[in-house]
T-cell receptor
Framework: DGGITQSPKYLFRKEGQNVTLSCEQN?????MYWYRQDPGQGLRLIYY???????QKGDIAEGYSVSREKKESFPLTVTSAQKNPTAFYLC?????????????FGSGTRLTVV | AQSVTQLDSQVPVFEEAPVELRCNYS??????LFWYVQYPNQGLQLLLK??????LVKGINGFEAEFNKSQTSFHLRKPSVHISDTAEYFC?????????????FGSGTRLSIRP
């Protein structure tokens, strides 16, 4: 079955470390998105990519970086510049850069700073 | 720009009772509307969507929503809830007929079902 795979499910980061969250899709979708979810704050857009080798900042991009070298993959790096990275991170994709059909979501990665 | 307001952050109901989760949106253009459900520690799953046509939209798990353009609302309803409906529900909006757009999500409503 087609879908989005996020890994790992749980991730622990030490202060000052960079960590990378994986997101892979086999839906042949053009667009991919990264969201951060904190309790009571809904979903906040970090970065999105509408086509390979291109991506744009979302509402809270500071302290994060992404790449889109392949259509299937959109990894998110949480850098040491992100001062409060503990959160639930969700990756999503859509057929194209219009949102008519909605997004398909992965099952998320929970990142905790230790 | 579009925005979404979910009026209730938490809604407690008894099992087999009806429920309505409220959603209002703001937009100067026509919109597409969505409801998503999120079970604990999981991603979001599409419940239903309104693109055009009939204002009453039926989704999965017995949920339905009604688009009301004059009230700018898209409330989610279920006539009889089950324990398994315990989850967080997100209303979302995107501008219709746009060449490039993103979905804007509300802050979520946590539905808790009491036996």
């Amino acid at each position: 079955d087609g879908g989005i795979t996020q890994s790992p499910k749980y991730l622990f980061r030490k202060e000052g470390q960079n960590v990378t969250l994986s997101c892979e899709q086999n839906l042949n979708h053009d667009a991919m998105y990264w969201y951060r979810q904190d309790p009571g704050q809904g979903l906040r857009l970090i970065y999105y990519s509408q086509i390979v080798n291109d991506f744009q900042k979302g509402d809270i991009a500071e302290g994060y970086s992404v790449s889109r070298e392949k259509k299937e993959s959109f990894p998110l790096t949480v850098t040491s510049a992100q001062k409060n990275p503990t959160a639930f991170y969700l990756c999503a994709s859509s057929i194209d850069n219009r949102a008519n059909y909605g997004y398909t979501f992965g099952s998320g990665t929970r990142l905790t700073v230790v | 720009a579009q925005s979404v307001t979910q009026l209730d952050s938490q809604v407690p109901v008894f099992e087999e009772a009806p429920v309505e989760l409220r959603c209002n949106y703001s937009s100067s253009v026509s919109v597409y509307l969505f409801w998503y459900v999120q079970y604990p520690n999981q991603g979001l799953q599409l419940l239903l969507k309104y693109l055009s046509g009939s204002t009453l939209v039926k989704g999965i798990n017995g949920f339905e929503a009604e688009f009301n353009k004059s009230q700018t609302s898209f409330h989610l309803r279920k006539p009889s809830v089950h324990i398994s409906d315990t989850a967080e529900y997100f209303c979302a909006v995107t501008p219709g007929y746009s060449s490039a757009s993103k979905i804007i999500f509300g802050s979520g409503t946590r539905l808790s079902i009491r036996p």
